[in-house]
């Protein structure tokens, strides 16, 4: 079983990708307080939140959570009116959904 790391996952996620809590608080309408907690281990978020958080840092939610290997996303295509990341296509031959059900990334989405 995994060990859960989301605190350490989390902080060290938002330096590298050198975004600010301001920034992520402005974008995704989460709070300050919210992301402080979930980096210090005060709260868990739900999987709401979670979905959130990782599709804003572009990682997925198991990695976030446990650790886990990031995804590498390759380039975006378009699946009828949706985009889809072409590596989990390609890799894991996912359908086009609204969300990529292994990587979590928002589909109507290019970034």
Same mark, same amino acid.
């Given at each position: 079983?995994?060990?859960?790391? &989301?605190?350490?996952? +989390?902080?060290?996620?938002? #330096?590298?990708?050198?975004?600010?809590? $301001?920034? /992520?608080?402005?974008?995704?309408?989460?709070?300050?307080?919210?992301?402080?907690?979930?980096?210090?281990?005060?709260?868990?978020?739900?999987?709401?939140?979670?979905?959130? &958080?990782?599709?804003? +840092?572009?990682?997925?939610? #198991?990695?976030?959570?446990?650790?886990? $290997?990031? /995804?590498?996303?390759?380039?975006?295509?378009?699946?009828?009116?949706?985009?889809?990341?072409?590596?989990?296509?390609?890799?894991?031959?996912?359908?086009?959904?609204?969300?990529?059900?292994?990587?979590?990334?928002?589909?109507? #989405?290019?970034?």
């Amino acid at each position: 079983m995994s060990e859960y790391k &989301l605190p350490e996952m +989390l902080r060290k996620t938002i #330096d590298g990708k050198n975004v600010t809590v $301001k920034a /992520i608080v402005k974008d995704t309408g989460l709070t300050g307080a919210q992301i402080s907690n979930y980096s210090h281990g005060k709260n868990v978020p739900s999987a709401q939140v979670l979905f959130t &958080l990782s599709n804003y +840092l572009g990682v997925s939610a #198991d990695y976030l959570l446990t650790g886990g $290997k990031p /995804i590498d996303h390759g380039e975006w295509i378009y699946r009828g009116d949706m985009m889809q990341c072409n590596r989990c296509l390609r890799e894991y031959k996912i359908s086009p959904y609204n969300y990529c059900p292994y990587c979590g990334r928002d589909m109507r #989405d290019k970034g």
